[in-house]
């Protein structure tokens, strides 16, 4: 198995933190910039997608509109290009 293969098989519902976490093992300047590139409202929408997902998943009623699922979309577009771009530099 792959290194990259063998650190991804533990992570799941990645929150910001443990998305950080995970950037970090690979190489922790990306970590620190993709920290301050995400702070506010790309860190609240990862956060946000996690929490509504495990409330989801125990049942409870989140109420989330389509256009706050579209949002959130949109900002993890947004830091999946940040972490392409840190990749590929």
Request: glycine share 4%; aromatic share 8%; with cysteine.
């Amino acid at each position: 198995m792959s290194f990259v293969s063998s650190r991804l098989k533990d992570y799941h519902n990645l929150n910001m933190e443990r998305l950080l976490t995970l950037v970090g093992i690979f190489n922790p300047d990306w970590r620190e910039k993709l920290k301050l590139e995400t702070e506010g409202v790309l860190k609240d929408s990862i956060d946000s997608i996690v929490a509504n997902r495990n409330k989801i998943a125990h049942g409870e009623n989140v109420g989330v509109t389509y256009i706050r699922m579209k949002e959130w979309y949109d900002s993890v577009i947004k830091v999946l290009e940040l972490l392409e771009r840190q990749c590929a530099s």
